[in-house]
């Protein structure tokens, strides 16, 4: 059992070229099995120059990077719980950094008023659970959200629990986030 | 010729009457999110208001236009359904998206893309502007994309394809995530996409990701669409024939991120 992040939190995930910086980082949610709502995950790799590729935006329309340190997985565990996982290996010379977030797609049948977010982070190398984050999003009046970042800190790498949640989209929240140019 | 003149002529040559009672002296300005009636239909899903027929009835050419009370955020509020009740009609329709939020965009579309109406337009005789029109059979090219689509299912790998297809579940939600992470839609692909959101064509698409293996697809950016790198090849004959022939059609969005509400604006420091 992994620790259980708060809000502003922060915490060294590995150190950087460690051998062992496969993570497996997993989101959950329950959507009662409508699809009147869903909640979308997407990584977004940051280059060192606070600069995103639109290619290196990872999500359920492009399911991996350019060169395959991250994919995308989507699946149901039962009938009303969704999990998406993202396979991530740190050691790729291009990630700086990683922005975690989410989209809130809801039609005008939604009854849901607020989404329960876990997100697990696993150490794929040691099977170890790292942390554990839970975060409740107002799906009524929010559209986007940030869930935390993957940063580079003296020779670790750091996770951040931002837990920021937007009522504008995804890209917009982002940018005024971080200050990033997305190219 | 420019819109205004393309209008000028279509009303010269045909008459518009009203199919309801309320609805006095139609014309092909209407626009569906702001026709005044949207909300009075509201509870009618779909109700005939024009019907439009040449004006030289040895032409016979008929068509009627519904007006369907459906939303979607960020597309439309309410759309028109053309729906051709005659043979030349379906002859002038048939090689052109049937669905629309604003008329006269849509007739000037259609003046575009419809030979049949161009040359009907100069010439006034159906009869003349069919045999002169560019008659050739594309019903094989159609019969040869189905036979393509499922030989590549049958070759594809059971894993890789299934990590190719996206949940047909949420057709909506990815076109609702299309229009809001991406610039502002031509008005041809607003229609595509008015198009795939149409109980007609849903049992025959399928969306596909980025990274999928399949290649005979409708690629979709905001500017445009068209299917396996062809221009030429008519996409809204493609989703008729996938109807008509049985068969699943791929889509596969590309994604710009230009959307959303901050373009344009300075980004904050953190």
């Known amino acids: ?183 | 010729m420019d819109k205004k003149e393309c209008l000028n002529l279509i009303n010269q040559h045909f008459e518009l009457q009203s199919c309801i009672a309320s609805l006095k002296n139609p014309d092909l300005k209407l626009k569906s999110h702001t026709f005044f009636y949207n909300n009075l239909f509201k509870a009618v899903k779909e109700i005939k208001i024009i019907r439009v027929k040449s004006k030289n009835p040895k032409d016979d050419i008929k068509f009627d236009i519904y007006y369907v009370s459906d939303e979607f955020e960020g597309l439309y509020h309410g759309y028109f359904r053309i729906k051709d009740e005659s043979d030349s009609a379906s002859r002038i329709f048939k090689t052109v998206s049937k669905m629309c939020t604003d008329l006269i965009e849509y007739m000037y579309y259609v003046y575009q893309n419809s030979e049949l109406l161009k040359i009907y337009l100069i010439s006034l005789d159906i009869q003349n502007a069919i045999e002169q029109c560019n008659t050739k059979d594309v019903d094989g090219v159609f019969e040869k994309i189905k036979k393509n689509i499922y030989s590549e299912i049958a070759e594809c790998d059971q894993t890789e394809l299934e990590c190719s297809i996206l949940d047909r579940w949420f057709n909506r939600k990815y076109i609702y995530n299309f229009i809001m992470f991406n610039s502002k839609c031509s008005e041809i692909v607003k229609m595509f996409l008015l198009n795939l959101l149409s109980p007609k064509y849903s049992n025959n698409i399928c969306m596909i990701n980025q990274n999928s293996i399949i290649k005979n697809y409708i690629y979709v950016s905001s500017s445009s669409i068209y299917f396996n790198g062809n221009h030429e090849l008519n996409v809204f004959s493609i989703l008729d024939s996938a109807v008509s022939l049985e068969f699943i059609l791929f889509v596969k969005f590309d994604f710009n991120f230009e959307g959303g509400v901050n373009i344009g604006k300075t980004v904050d420091k953190r």
């Open chain 1, 1 to 183: 059992m992994g620790k259980q992040l708060i809000k502003g939190e922060k915490i060294d995930i590995s150190k950087i070229n460690s051998s062992s910086n496969k993570f497996e980082l997993v989101i959950t949610y329950k959507n009662n099995n409508e699809n009147s709502y869903d909640i979308d995950t997407f990584v977004c790799v940051c280059e060192n120059n606070n600069r995103i590729n639109k290619k290196e935006i990872i999500f359920y329309n492009n399911v991996e990077n350019t060169d395959k340190s991250i994919c995308f997985v989507d699946c149901f565990t039962d009938n009303t719980e969704n999990k998406k996982t993202f396979q991530i290996n740190l050691n790729s010379a291009n990630i700086s950094k990683l922005i975690i977030g989410y989209s809130i797609y809801k039609s005008n049948l939604c009854k849901q008023s607020s989404a329960d977010i876990t997100l697990k982070l696993i150490n794929r190398t040691l099977q170890t659970e790292v942390f554990t984050m839970s975060m409740q999003s107002d799906i009524i009046n929010n559209n986007a959200g940030v869930v935390g970042e993957v940063y580079k800190y003296k020779d670790v790498w750091k996770f951040n629990a931002i837990e920021y949640n937007s009522p504008n989209d995804l890209m917009s929240t982002i940018k005024t986030l971080f200050n990033v140019i997305l190219y």
